[in-house]
Every structure is written in structure tokens, then in C-alpha cells.
């Protein structure tokens, strides 16, 4: 059960670390009113005070490199684990 948990854990790690790899800026939409629907035809026409309302995440180039380590090193320890006997 350990090291099924730790190896799940270090492969969640590792996979966000390859996936950022690819990854220049995320842009997150926030929205204003939980129930507000977007104007125009299901949302595809939006002015520019509507694009406005967005958060940018912009990580560095050493967030993958670390994220993929700290990942494959768990995964090591889970597999290095002694088992039940």
C-alpha cells in the first residue's frame, strides 16, 4: 500500500514536471458571477474587457526540470521499498 502510494505520488510529480516541458504560459480564465453567461453566441463573440479577465502563470525553465526529478526520485524510493513478508 506504501509503495503504491509513493510510486503514484512520484509519477503525478514527474508527469506535471514532463508536461510543463511544453508549456510556455497557462492563461486562467476568472470568472466575475458564478451564474453569468457569456455574451454572444455561447460565448464565441467576447469584447476585449471580457479577454481582459484573465490570470497568467508563466513558470520559470527550472520548475520542469525539478518536478520531473523530484518525481523520478520518489518513484525510485517507492521501487527501493522493502517488501511485506
Known sequence: MLR???FSIG???ALW???LFFVDKIVLKVADDAGARPP????MLANQA???????IAPPDWVSFSLLSVGAVTMLYAVALPRKQ
Open 11 to 13: 509519477m503525478f510529480i
Open 40 to 43: 454572444g453566441f455561447r460565448g
Open 50 to 56: 471580457q479577454q481582459k479577465q484573465q490570470r497568467v
Open 17 to 19: 514536471g514532463a508536461s
Open 4 to 6: 503504491g502510494t509513493f
